[in-house]
């Protein structure tokens, strides 16, 4: 019987799920919970309390020593220690040593120029040790998990994951790392055991892929400015994309693509808090009266504005003001236009020292009337599908900003329909998404 159902649930467990040998004790409980639960994909241990370090980063300084010839062993006996006491806290009949000694071995001859290797031995070890908690078939990623030439997804990979993953019982698939066209390590991005995630829930056609982290989801807004944020019941994949482009960091940025194309539902979920619903992110949602899902914004912006009477009449101008940036290796994140007017955004870490230069530029290629640069600016994304139609949107989200007394500087509505980007000082920024998430709240 192959694991291939349409019940099967991929379940993910972030770094602090698997922190330590208590929180692998809540890993397994919510497991056993659900017959359903039948693979499994964990991160590396990440921190246990504040001061404590993530196992991937301590790898990664290991690498970084063997480079330059030094000796692994301070930071390597720190991560050695933090497996073996997992491994003795929680009672398991598992001899480590042999896994260890390999994986220390070529960390410290500084063979490996890429750091891949070293890193996924977080991911690599660990794995065993929730395999044999959990009783399950562990399955090394390196084998299943292929990327191309160019670096992209190998497609055999699902055929792969569906041969290993057949049978009854449970399996366990490290996440963050799988294999080059050569079979070398090659590790994903930072964060990127969502992405296994990902990719092993579409490889299997699992009914969901549920991502168990710290917290009870995705919140409506940032907990450090509105610390009464709640979660968000539902969100569609598009409307986490928007969000996460303007700041609201939950999953890798590129966990949703596998899961996405087959409409697999995610679920965000809390280790520590498991009766929570978390967040389901799926392909289609119906608003009801949630029009506005969720509210996002970060600081770091400059508006470039041009003016000239006609513009419009002028073939090629926008086209001539772009090509200032392109010119420059710029790239732009918004471009709003008026009647005679036309404003760039663009991020300050892409613009670094260079605004004379663009502004000088962008005289000379359009001969504008003026052009004017604002930096200091935060851009708020106020996400909901179909928002831009509901009547009166606009009205309130406006409306709450001027009750607060903030200066509109930019407004951007999408096309796609599923946002208002609007610019503001920097100093504003905080009270215009409390206004706006009161609004909307
Ligand atoms: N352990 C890796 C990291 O710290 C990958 C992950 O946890 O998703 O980036």
Same mark, same amino acid.
């Given at each position: 019987m192959s694991v291939q159902s349409q019940s099967l649930v991929v379940a993910k467990f972030g770094g602090t799920s698997v922190a330590t040998a208590a929180q692998l004790r809540k890993v397994a409980a919510i497991i056993e919970?659900?017959?359903?639960?039948?693979v499994i994909v964990p991160s590396a241990p990440g921190k246990a309390d504040a001061k404590d370090a993530k196992v991937t980063d301590l790898l990664y300084l290991a690498h970084g020593l063997a480079a330059k010839q030094q000796p692994i062993e301070p930071v390597w006996n720190q991560i050695a220690q933090r497996f073996r006491s997992i491994v003795r806290d929680l009672g =398991?009949?598992?001899?480590?040593e042999p896994v260890l000694e390999a994986a220390r071995e070529r960390i410290a001859s500084g063979q490996d120029q890429p750091p891949d290797y070293a890193a996924s031995r977080g991911e690599a070890i660990h794995g065993r040790i929730v395999a044999a908690l959990l009783n399950a078939e562990y399955i090394d990623a390196v084998d299943v998990i292929r990327f191309d030439r160019s670096g992209r997804l190998d497609p055999v990979t699902h055929k792969q994951l569906a041969e290993r993953c057949s049978g009854p019982g449970r399996f366990v698939v490290p996440g963050f790392y799988g294999s080059d066209h050569r079979g070398e390590v090659k590790t994903f991005s930072r964060g990127g055991s969502d992405v296994t995630g990902s990719i092993v829930a579409a490889a299997l056609g699992a009914r969901l892929y549920e991502n168990w982290t710290d917290?009870?989801?995705? =919140?409506?807004?940032d907990p450090r400015v509105v610390p009464e944020a709640k979660p968000i019941a539902e969100i569609t994949y598009r409307e986490l994309r928007e969000l996460s482009y303007m700041g609201a960091s939950v999953l890798h940025e590129e966990a949703v693509f596998p899961v996405r194309q087959q409409r697999i539902p995610i679920n965000i979920r809390n280790t520590n808090r498991p009766l929570d619903p978390g967040t389901m992110i799926v392909a289609?949602?119906?608003p009801g009266h949630q029009v506005v899902v969720g509210i996002a914004g970060t600081k770091g912006f400059t508006v470039i504005n041009v003016e000239k009477a006609?513009?419009?009449?002028?073939?090629g101008f926008a086209r001539r003001v772009l090509d200032v940036f392109d010119h420059h290796g710029i790239a732009i994140e918004h471009m709003p236009s008026g009647i005679d007017t036309l404003s760039v955004v663009v991020a300050d870490k892409q613009l670094g020292n260079r605004l004379d230069e663009v502004v000088e530029d962008i005289r000379g290629a359009v001969r504008p009337d003026s052009v004017t640069a604002h930096p200091g600016m935060a851009l708020i994304a106020t996400v909901g599908q179909g928002m831009v139609r509901a009547t009166g949107t606009a009205a309130r989200l406006f409306g709450a900003l001027a009750k607060s007394r903030v200066n509109v500087r930019m407004i951007d509505q999408g096309s796609s329909e599923q946002n208002i980007i609007v610019g503001v000082e920097e100093g504003d920024l905080a009270t215009a998404i409390r206004s706006i998430s009161n609004e909307f709240a």
């Open positions: 919970a659900d017959a359903n639960r039948r =398991l009949p598992l001899d480590l917290v009870s989801g995705v =919140l409506m807004t289609e949602r119906d006609l513009m419009n009449a002028e073939v």
